[in-house]
C-alpha cells in the first residue's frame, strides 16, 4: 500500500490558481520538481515568485545577517522546545520529512515508505548519496539511533509525539522499519519535528556532550562550535549538503536582539538583512521605509481567552458562549494587531490542516449575550479576574478591550498582570479565573492540537488548563488519530470544531501571523506554518 | 588608612550578603518554574518534577538556602539552569562589556561637566549660565530607553554616524558601539554633577585666596581651572561616585536598549527566565561593584581633601 491516504510526499504543490497567478514562473515550479517547488511553495510572495522566475540567475555566496529575538541555550533536538534552539539546530540536523512554507509534509531523509495493510507497520526508504557534514553516508542505523534516542528520553518536552512507536528497526542500510502500537494517522508529521531529527549512530563516536558542541548532521549549514549565552552565532554552508549546489550563502549570522525596538532599528540602519518578531505596532512603519519589505506568515497559531471550568461561572455553558457573543473580535484585533492578524472562530487556524470553514462560530453578538447570560445561573453578571502576561503589549490590549466589552453585560473584569514565568505556574494551578494565552501546533497534523485543547485526560494539558471535558469530542480526537482517510478525518475534525465553537470552552480571540521584516536583497525566504524557515533556499543580490 | 579601608571591606562583605541574602528570598517567593520555561508547557509532571528535584528545588527554603550559602563560600556560583553551564562563565563572558559601559559614560560625564560648570560659573546670571543651567534640567528630565533611542535614531539611523546597537569587533568597532550607550547613560548623571560643580565653584570663588590669585596678575583660566575647580572639586567627586554606583544598576535598561550582553541583560533575562542561580551570582558582582566603586570614591575624596579624616 505505497503512499496511501496520508498526506501524500510532493502532492500538490502548486494549484491551478497558482499558475495563473504566477504565469511563467509557476510553470518553472512544475518542471523543477517536487523539492524545488518545495521551496518555492504556493505562497503568494512576488519576491519568490521572482526568485523562481530567475533561478538560472540565482546569485551565489555572502552572509545573511539574521537577527532574532532569541538565542540557542542547546542545540540538542532531543531536549529543547525554545524557539531560539529550534530554528538554529534545525539547518544543521534535518529529519525523514520537513513541513515546506505551505503547511504540508514533503520527504526530505527519507522518499517515501509503504505501510503494512494492518496500518502499523511504516518502512521508509532513505533517500540515497545523503551524507553527513562529516563526509560520512546516511545510513538507516543513525535514523533508529537517533529516533529511538528521541523518545526513550522521558524528559523531552516532545517525546510525547513519538508515544505511538513501539519499535524501530534498521532494513539493511538504506530503509527502516518502524512498528506502531495502534494505527497512527499522525505518524509522518510526527516524524518531520525537528526533535526526530537524524543524527550520526552513537554520536559518531563522540561524548554526547562535545557532539553538540559542533553537531555533525545532514543540513545545509554547519557550525564550528556552541557557546551559550553568546550574542551571535555563524553558521557555515556544508559542502557535502545533499541538495546540490544549496546552500547559495556562504554563511549565515544570527544576532541574537532580545529589544523589539532594537531589532526594529538595526534592520532600518542596514546592520541586518532580515528581523523576526516584528511588533505589530512597526508594520507600517517598516513598510514605508525604503529598501525592505514587511512578510506576514500564516502560523499554526490562535490567541485564546481560557476559562476556569472549575469555577461555578464558568461551569455553566450559557456563562461561557455569552463571553464568546459579547467579545468583538474583528475590533479586537483591529485595536491590538494592526491589521496584521485574523479574528477568531474556530480554535483551529485556518492554516490549520482540516480546519473547517463552516464550524458555527458564535460571533459577536450583543443580543445574543444578554440572552445567554439571561439562561444562565448568573443572569445578573459577577466581578471576575483575567490573568495575563503583562510583558506582552498585545495581551495588555486585549485585556483591556475584553474588559470593556464584558461590562456591557455586567461583567466586571479585574485585570491581573505577571510576568511570564509566573503568569504560566498560576494557571498552570488553576490559581485563575480567565487568562489569555497562544496555543501552536509543533506540526502539520491537527491531532497535537485537538488533543492539546480538547482532551482533558491524555491531552497533557487538561484541555489547555481549562477542565472542559466534553467525551463525545474526546472520542472524535481518538476517532481521528486512527483513521487515514483524509476526507473521513475533514469530517471528523469539523465535528470536533463544531462541538468546541457550541461549548465555547475558550473564545479564539484571532490568529497571528509570524511577521517577519526582509531586505530588498534577500531572496527566496519562507517561513513555514510552524515557524521554521529553510535557509538553503536563500540567496543574496 | 589601612585600617579604614579594612573596616570598609568588611561592611562592604555584610553588605553584600544582605544584598544576596535579600535577592535569594524574593526570587523564591515569586511564583514561576525554572522547569517550565526548559521543557515547555507540554511536558508532564513527572518530567518538570524530576528536573525540579535534580535543581535541588524540591527542598524547603533553608534547605536551599544553606547550600546556597555553603556553596558560595567555597567560591561556587552554582550552575546556571537555562544554560547549564557555570553563573561565573556566564558573568565572566559579560563582566568586561557592563565596566566598559560604565566606564566610557563615565569619562563622558566628566568630558561634559568640567567646561560647562566652569564656563556657567564664570558667566554667573550671564547667557551661557542660564543655558548651562536649563540644559541641566532637561537632561535629567530624559528618561534613558527614550533618549537612547532619540540618539539611535539620529546618529545611526539617519546619518549612519554609529551602529545602531550589538557590539561591533575588534577594539575599534567596540568602542564604536559604546559611543551612543555611553552618552546615553552619562546623560543621565552628567546635568547633576554639572549643578553640583558650578556651585562648588561659585562657593570658593567668593573665598579670599581667588582674590589673592587674581591680585597676583593670574590669568582667568589659569584660576578658574588651577583653583576654583581643585578647591570645588570634592562634593562633586563623591557625588560622581554616587552616581557610578547608580549606574552600574541602570546598565540594565542601557544595555537593552543598545543590545549590549552585559550583566544588565544577563540579570533580566535570568530573572525572566527564573534562573536562580544566574539572578544569584549577578547581583551578587554588581552589588560587590557598587560597593567597590563607593570606597573608591571615599579613598580619592581624602587625597583631593586631605582635611578629610578616614576614620
Given at each position: 500500500m505505497k503512499g496511501a491516504v496520508l498526506p501524500t510526499p510532493g502532492q500538490r504543490l502548486v494549484t491551478r490558481r497558482d499558475l495563473l497567478k504566477y504565469g511563467v514562473a509557476g510553470s518553472a515550479v512544475v518542471l523543477l520538481g517536487p523539492l524545488a517547488a518545495s521551496s518555492a511553495s504556493a505562497s503568494a510572495r512576488a519576491r519568490v515568485s521572482a526568485a523562481v522566475r530567475s533561478s538560472n540567475a540565482v546569485k551565489r555566496g555572502g552572509t545573511l545577517r539574521f537577527a532574532r529575538s532569541i538565542g540557542p541555550t542547546t542545540l540538542d533536538p532531543a531536549n529543547t522546545i525554545i524557539a531560539g534552539d529550534i530554528y538554529t539546530l534545525d539547518k544543521i540536523l534535518e529529519p525523514l520529512y520537513v513541513t515546506n512554507p505551505a503547511g504540508q509534509l514533503v520527504p526530505w531523509l527519507a522518499t517515501g515508505y509503504e505501510l503494512s495493510t494492518d496500518h502499523r507497520t511504516f518502512t521508509f526508504s532513505l533517500r540515497p548519496g545523503v551524507k553527513f557534514s562529516n563526509g560520512k553516508p546516511l545510513v538507516a542505523d543513525d535514523v533508529v539511533f537517533s529516533i529511538n534516542r528521541t523518545r526513550k528520553d522521558a524528559a523531552g518536552p516532545l517525546s510525547f509525539l513519538d508515544y505511538a512507536i513501539t519499535d524501530i528497526e534498521a532494513k539493511g542500510t538504506d530503509s527502516v522499519v518502524f512498528q506502531l502500537s495502534q494505527p497512527w494517522a499522525p505518524f509522518l508529521s510526527d516524524l518531520s519535528v525537528f526533535a526526530n531529527a537524524v543524527l550520526p549512530a552513537d554520536f559518531a563516536g563522540q561524548s554526547e556532550k562535545d557532539f553538540f558542541t559542533a553537531p555533525i548532521g545532514t543540513g545545509p549549514f554547519t557550525l564550528d562550535g556552541f557557546t551559550p549565552d553568546a550574542n551571535s552565532l555563524t553558521l557555515k554552508a556544508n559542502p557535502n549538503y545533499w541538495q546540490a549546489g544549496k546552500p547559495y550563502l556562504d554563511a549565515v549570522e544570527f544576532l541574537y536582539v532580545d529589544n523589539d525596538n532594537q531589532r526594529v532599528l538595526q534592520i532600518q540602519g542596514g546592520q541586518v538583512d532580515i528581523i523576526d518578531t516584528v511588533p505589530p505596532a512597526n508594520v507600517s512603519s517598516l513598510k514605508a521605509s525604503s529598501g525592505l519589505d514587511v512578510d506576514l506568515f500564516s502560523a499554526w497559531q490562535v490567541d485564546l481567552l481560557v476559562m476556569n471550568e472549575r469555577l461555578p461561572q464558568f461551569a455553566d455553558r450559557h456563562v461561557r458562549r455569552a463571553i464568546t457573543y459579547a467579545i468583538d473580535r474583528p475590533a479586537l484585533v483591529h485595536a491590538a494587531s494592526f491589521g496584521t492578524a485574523k479574528p477568531g472562530g474556530s480554535f483551529f487556524p485556518p492554516s490549520l490542516q482540516y480546519y473547517s470553514a463552516s464550524t458555527s462560530v458564535l460571533e459577536y453578538s450583543l443580543a445574543q449575550a444578554k440572552a445567554e447570560l439571561a439562561q444562565s445561573k448568573f443572569p445578573n453578571g459577577f466581578s471576575t479576574k483575567l490573568l495575563i502576561d503583562g510583558g506582552v503589549q498585545k495581551w495588555v490590549t486585549f485585556a483591556q478591550i475584553i474588559k470593556a466589552q464584558l461590562q456591557s453585560i455586567n461583567i466586571n473584569v479585574d485585570i491581573t498582570p505577571l510576568d511570564h514565568s509566573a503568569f504560566e505556574s498560576t494557571f498552570q494551578k488553576y490559581d485563575y479565573d480567565m487568562f489569555i494565552d497562544y496555543a501552536i501546533n509543533d506540526i502539520s497534523d491537527p491531532d497535537e492540537m485537538a488533543s492539546f485543547e480538547v482532551d482533558v485526560k491524555d491531552g497533557g494539558s487538561e484541555s489547555y488548563w481549562s477542565d472542559y471535558d466534553n467525551p463525545k469530542a474526546i472520542a472524535l480526537v481518538h476517532a481521528a488519530e486512527a483513521e487515514y482517510d483524509a476526507t473521513k478525518r475533514a469530517a471528523l475534525y469539523a465535528q470536533i470544531q463544531e462541538i468546541v465553537a457550541e461549548d465555547a470552552p475558550f473564545v479564539a480571540l484571532d490568529y497571528p501571523p509570524y511577521i517577519y521584516a526582509v531586505s530588498d536583497h534577500v531572496n527566496g525566504f519562507e517561513v513555514n506554518p510552524g515557524g521554521a524557515y529553510r535557509l538553503e533556499d536563500v540567496w543574496l543580490t | 588608612?589601612?585600617?579604614?579601608?579594612?573596616?570598609?571591606?568588611?561592611?562592604?562583605?555584610?553588605?553584600?550578603?544582605?544584598?544576596?541574602?535579600?535577592?535569594?528570598?524574593?526570587?523564591?517567593?515569586?511564583?514561576?518554574?525554572?522547569?517550565?520555561?526548559?521543557?515547555?508547557?507540554?511536558?508532564?509532571?513527572?518530567?518538570?518534577?524530576?528536573?525540579?528535584?535534580?535543581?535541588?528545588?524540591?527542598?524547603?527554603?533553608?534547605?536551599?538556602?544553606?547550600?546556597?550559602?555553603?556553596?558560595?563560600?567555597?567560591?561556587?556560583?552554582?550552575?546556571?539552569?537555562?544554560?547549564?553551564?557555570?553563573?561565573?562563565?556566564?558573568?565572566?563572558?559579560?563582566?568586561?562589556?557592563?565596566?566598559?559601559?560604565?566606564?566610557?559614560?563615565?569619562?563622558?560625564?566628566?568630558?561634559?561637566?568640567?567646561?560647562?560648570?566652569?564656563?556657567?560659573?564664570?558667566?554667573?546670571?550671564?547667557?551661557?549660565?542660564?543655558?548651562?543651567?536649563?540644559?541641566?534640567?532637561?537632561?535629567?528630565?530624559?528618561?534613558?530607553?527614550?533618549?537612547?533611542?532619540?540618539?539611535?535614531?539620529?546618529?545611526?539611523?539617519?546619518?549612519?554616524?554609529?551602529?545602531?546597537?550589538?557590539?561591533?569587533?575588534?577594539?575599534?568597532?567596540?568602542?564604536?558601539?559604546?559611543?551612543?550607550?555611553?552618552?546615553?547613560?552619562?546623560?543621565?548623571?552628567?546635568?547633576?554633577?554639572?549643578?553640583?560643580?558650578?556651585?562648588?565653584?561659585?562657593?570658593?570663588?567668593?573665598?579670599?585666596?581667588?582674590?589673592?590669585?587674581?591680585?597676583?596678575?593670574?590669568?582667568?583660566?589659569?584660576?578658574?581651572?588651577?583653583?576654583?575647580?581643585?578647591n570645588a572639586l570634592v562634593p562633586t567627586v563623591t557625588l560622581l561616585g554616587l552616581n557610578i554606583a547608580y549606574l552600574i544598576g541602570s546598565t540594565v535598561i542601557v544595555e537593552q536598549v543598545f543590545n549590549l550582553n552585559g550583566l544588565g541583560s544577563l540579570l533580566l533575562s535570568s530573572i525572566l527566565n527564573r534562573d536562580f542561580p544566574v539572578v544569584q551570582a549577578t547581583t551578587l558582582v554588581l552589588g560587590a561593584g557598587v560597593v567597590i566603586v563607593n570606597l573608591a570614591t571615599d579613598l580619592l575624596a581624602a587625597r583631593l581633601d586631605p582635611r578629610i579624616r578616614l576614620r
Open positions: - | 588608612m589601612l585600617r579604614y579601608a579594612a573596616r570598609r571591606v568588611a561592611a562592604a562583605v555584610l553588605v553584600v550578603f544582605g544584598v544576596t541574602l535579600a535577592t535569594f528570598l524574593l526570587m523564591h517567593l515569586e511564583p514561576g518554574d525554572p522547569a517550565r520555561a526548559v521543557l515547555g508547557l507540554h511536558a508532564t509532571a513527572s518530567a518538570v518534577a524530576t528536573l525540579r528535584r535534580q535543581w535541588g528545588l524540591n527542598s524547603s527554603l533553608p534547605v536551599q538556602l544553606g547550600h546556597f550559602l555553603s556553596q558560595l563560600v567555597q567560591g561556587n556560583l552554582g550552575k546556571s539552569y537555562i544554560y547549564n553551564v557555570s553563573a561565573a562563565s556566564l558573568i565572566g563572558g559579560r563582566v568586561g562589556q557592563t565596566a566598559a559601559l560604565v566606564a566610557v559614560a563615565t569619562v563622558f560625564a566628566i568630558i561634559f561637566t568640567v567646561p560647562l560648570s566652569a564656563l556657567a560659573a564664570s558667566r554667573q546670571n550671564g547667557v551661557a549660565d542660564h543655558v548651562v543651567r536649563a540644559l541641566s534640567v532637561v537632561g535629567l528630565a530624559l528618561p534613558a530607553f527614550w533618549f537612547g533611542i532619540v540618539l539611535i535614531e539620529v546618529f545611526a539611523v539617519r546619518l549612519h554616524l554609529l551602529p545602531v546597537g550589538g557590539e561591533g569587533s575588534g577594539f575599534g568597532g567596540h568602542l564604536e558601539c559604546l559611543v551612543l550607550p555611553g552618552l546615553t547613560a552619562s546623560f543621565a548623571m552628567a546635568p547633576i554633577l554639572v549643578r553640583s560643580l558650578r556651585v562648588g565653584m561659585l562657593e570658593v570663588m567668593d573665598a579670599e585666596f581667588i582674590a589673592v590669585a587674581r591680585a597676583k596678575g593670574l590669568g582667568e583660566l589659569r584660576v578658574l581651572f588651577g583653583h576654583v575647580a581643585r
